[in-house]
């Protein structure tokens, strides 16, 4: 049964660089057609996809978020890690980690999801 847990600083300050790693178990992340995704849930409001990182390695963005977005991989421990560079208020949010084939791509639908992580709390705040 493949489990996925989320880790973050919980608190970052303006500006500073948020770095979340989802840590995948009972399966690999490297497993052909799995897409992991990260999406976030600020308060008030609905869902939002933040981006992809396909088995290839290639990665998707939401375009609001590219020029500050970024993906890493560690194959050894079974961890994904999204970077968000330059963070302000707006980015808080909860964060999750999610898990599916190629068809989650950019969706914000949980259904669309075979994995999806019980989510973390990130607050941007001096």
């Known amino acids: 049964q493949v489990q996925l847990q989320e880790s973050g600083p919980g608190l970052v300050q303006p500006s500073q660089t948020l770095s979340l790693t989802c840590t995948v178990s009972g399966g690999s992340i490297t497993t052909s057609n799995t897409y992991w995704s990260w999406i976030r849930q600020p308060p008030g409001k609905g869902l939002e996809w933040v981006g992809t990182i396909a088995p290839s390695g290639f990665t998707y963005y939401k375009t609001s978020l590219e020029s500050r977005s970024s993906f890493s991989r560690d194959t050894a421990k079974n961890q994904v890690t999204l970077h968000l560079n330059s963070v302000t208020p707006e980015d808080t949010a909860v964060y999750y980690c999610?898990?599916?084939?190629?068809?989650?791509?950019?969706?914000?639908?949980?259904?669309?999801?075979?994995?999806w992580g019980q989510g973390t709390q990130v607050t941007v705040s001096s």
């Open positions: 999610a898990g599916g084939a190629s068809q989650s791509l950019y969706s914000t639908y949980r259904g669309d999801y075979a994995y």
